[in-house]
Nanobody, 121 residues
Framework: QVQLVESGGGLVQAGGSLTLSCAAS????????MGWYRQTPGKQRELVAV???????SYADSVKGRFTISRDKEKNLVYLQMNNLKPEDTAVYYC???????????????WGQGTQVTVSS
């Protein structure tokens, strides 16, 4: 079993900052990528940022220049530093990992339980 546990969400005023953390644990042979998605009621979950095993990063246009994703490969941690937050960033943020749990198994995708980020105007 693989578990992803997020932390760091909360309430912040517009212009403020928050850092989300996600720890992956359990049966993990190799992590291919880790990332963050977010979702608001009635809308589809959308990609916020992703970092690959090689260190390449990708961001949604709406967060470029404000959010930074980073990863501690040794500890299976991923972070999302969020600066200059806006009310439209309010959402439940989900950690995501694409990984191989055991040798010779196909890659699988896993999700955390989500953490609420609320930005007040």
């Amino acid at each position: 079993q693989v578990q992803l546990v997020e932390s760091g969400g909360g309430l912040v005023q517009a212009g403020g900052s928050l850092t989300l953390s996600c720890a992956a644990s359990g049966s993990i042979f190799s992590i291919i990528k880790m990332g963050w998605y977010r979702q608001t009621p009635g809308k589809q979950r959308e990609l916020v940022a992703v970092v690959t095993s090689g260190g390449s990063t990708s961001y949604a246009d709406s967060v470029k220049g404000r959010f930074t994703i980073s990863r501690d490969k040794e500890k299976n941690l991923v972070y999302l530093q969020m600066n200059n937050l806006k009310p439209e960033d309010t959402a439940v943020y989900y950690c995501n990992a694409g990984l191989i749990a055991r040798v010779f198994e196909p890659a699988s995708e896993h999700w955390g339980q989500g953490t609420q980020v609320t930005v007040s105007s």
